[in-house]
């Protein structure tokens, strides 16, 4: 969706679109999202998360599945009143460029710190029913990538690397309530991701006319009909 001004409204964790299909993106962008179900389960998740990263980050230290980052002479972010910010004030990190037509806003899950402790590394926390598969990094290094650009811009130092902090089940056949989740880190790197020429690219898709079916993509027919429909 675009700004009164005319601006596209673009946001870290709306990027894994344009990698999954850029015609679904382009719809998605130019009319009204479709309703989606609200994921409850895994924004509690999140919430749950956050809070067990901020029990540990009190005492300059990670939970302990994720703990190795340690030996990476990586810590935690512990100023909370800043972080807080990041993670509920979606404008905070906002970032407005108006000669290529957008504005990049979004809230962030957790930064953690560079041995210097000051150089910032993005982090996404990805709940799921499931082990990550190999190639899921993919959808989500722009997202990382937004984050590092959006600190980069509001004058922080921002790391080569940043992390995806994925949870799941243990075992889906154990009955217990309590469930076991397994904490899994995933390195990315950011460092050569442009992700100013990729915005540009955004812009200019979106800016363009629908770019037509997709076959390989399985929501693509919907969207055929939904902008037939429209127009
Ligand atoms: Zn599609």
Redesign the pocket.
């Known amino acids: 969706m675009k700004t009164k001004e005319g601006l596209w409204k673009l946001s870290p964790s709306g990027l894994y679109g344009y990698t999954e ?1 850029k ?2 993106f382009w719809v998605d962008n130019n009319y009204k999202k479709q309703g989606t179900l609200p994921l409850l389960l895994n924004s509690a998740m999140d919430s749950i998360l956050k809070h067990r990263y901020d029990k540990y980050r009190k005492k300059n230290t990670f939970p302990p599945e994720v703990k190795e980052l340690e030996k990476e002479g990586i810590m935690p972010f512990t100023d909370i009143v800043k972080l807080e910010e990041w993670r509920e004030k979606i404008n905070s990190l906002k970032v407005i460029n108006k000669k290529v037509g957008y504005v990049l806003a979004g809230k962030i899950d957790d930064v953690l710190l560079e041995p210097d402790g000051e150089t910032l590394i993005p982090a996404d926390y990805k709940s799921s029913g499931n082990a990550p598969a190999e190639d899921k990094q993919k959808y989500y290094r722009d997202q990382l990538a937004a984050y590092g650009y959006m600190f980069k811009c509001h004058g922080y130092k921002v790391s080569s690397r940043a992390y995806l902090l994925h949870y799941f089940p243990k075992d889906k056949t154990n009955p217990n309530i309590k469930v076991e989740f397994v904490g899994h880190i995933d390195l990315v790197d950011i460092s050569k991701i442009n992700i100013e020429r990729k915005l540009k690219d955004i812009v200019k898709l979106l800016n363009g006319k629908y770019p037509g079916h ?1 076959p390989k ?1 399985k ?2 027919s919907y ?1 055929e009909g939904r902008v037939k429909y429209v127009q």
Do not use: A, L, M, V
């Open positions: 299909c015609s679904c997709n993509c929501n693509c969207h």
